[in-house]
Protein backbone atom coordinates (compact mmCIF):
# COMPACT_ATOMS: atom_id res chain seq x y z
CA UNK A 1 0.00 0.00 0.00
CA UNK A 2 2.90 2.38 0.63
CA UNK A 3 4.23 1.87 -2.42
CA UNK A 4 0.95 2.25 -4.31
CA UNK A 5 1.22 5.86 -2.48
CA UNK A 6 4.54 6.76 -2.98
CA UNK A 7 4.01 6.02 -7.26
CA UNK A 8 0.87 8.28 -7.03
CA UNK A 9 3.08 11.14 -5.01
CA UNK A 10 5.82 10.96 -7.40
CA UNK A 11 3.03 10.83 -10.36
CA UNK A 12 1.42 14.15 -9.29
CA UNK A 13 4.58 16.52 -9.76
CA UNK A 14 4.37 16.17 -13.54
CA UNK A 15 0.86 16.67 -13.64
CA UNK A 16 0.96 19.75 -11.27
CA UNK A 17 3.79 21.17 -13.61
CA UNK A 18 1.61 20.56 -16.66
CA UNK A 19 -1.11 22.04 -14.73
CA UNK A 20 1.23 25.33 -13.90
CA UNK A 21 2.24 25.91 -17.15
CA UNK A 22 -1.16 25.13 -19.13
CA UNK A 23 -2.84 28.08 -16.98
CA UNK A 24 0.28 30.39 -17.04
CA UNK A 25 -0.17 30.25 -20.97
CA UNK A 26 -4.00 30.64 -21.35
CA UNK A 27 -2.86 33.79 -19.23
CA UNK A 28 -0.47 35.21 -21.21
CA UNK A 29 -2.35 34.68 -24.79
CA UNK A 30 -5.59 36.49 -22.58
CA UNK A 31 -6.52 39.57 -24.35
CA UNK A 32 -5.50 43.26 -22.46
CA UNK A 33 -2.99 44.48 -20.68
CA UNK A 34 -2.24 43.35 -17.30
CA UNK A 35 -0.81 46.69 -16.06
CA UNK A 36 -3.34 48.56 -18.32
CA UNK A 37 -6.23 47.00 -15.89
CA UNK A 38 -4.54 47.53 -12.98
CA UNK A 39 -3.98 51.02 -13.06
CA UNK A 40 -7.30 51.81 -14.85
CA UNK A 41 -8.50 53.66 -18.12
CA UNK A 42 -7.01 56.98 -16.88
CA UNK A 43 -3.35 55.78 -16.73
CA UNK A 44 -0.62 57.47 -18.66
CA UNK A 45 1.09 55.42 -20.89
CA UNK A 46 4.34 56.61 -18.54
CA UNK A 47 2.43 55.28 -15.86
CA UNK A 48 1.69 51.80 -17.42
CA UNK A 49 5.51 51.69 -19.04
CA UNK A 50 7.11 51.59 -15.10
CA UNK A 51 4.50 48.81 -13.91
CA UNK A 52 5.11 46.86 -16.47
CA UNK A 53 9.09 46.87 -15.75
CA UNK A 54 8.03 46.26 -11.91
CA UNK A 55 6.08 43.73 -12.43
CA UNK A 56 8.73 41.91 -15.42
CA UNK A 57 5.61 42.07 -17.65
CA UNK A 58 8.35 43.05 -20.43
CA UNK A 59 10.52 40.02 -19.70
CA UNK A 60 10.01 37.01 -22.01
CA UNK A 61 7.47 34.23 -21.13
CA UNK A 62 10.19 31.94 -19.82
CA UNK A 63 11.51 34.66 -17.93
CA UNK A 64 8.04 35.84 -15.93
CA UNK A 65 7.08 32.45 -15.35
CA UNK A 66 10.46 31.32 -13.28
CA UNK A 67 10.27 34.39 -11.26
CA UNK A 68 7.95 34.65 -8.43
CA UNK A 69 6.00 38.19 -8.47
Do not use: W
Not at 11 to 28: A, E, K, Q, R
Request: net charge neutral; aromatic share 6%; glycine share 4%.
Amino acid sequence: MARYIMKRLILIIPVILSISIIIFMFMSLAPGDTASQLLGRTAKPEEIAMLKEKLGLNDPLLTQYEEPL
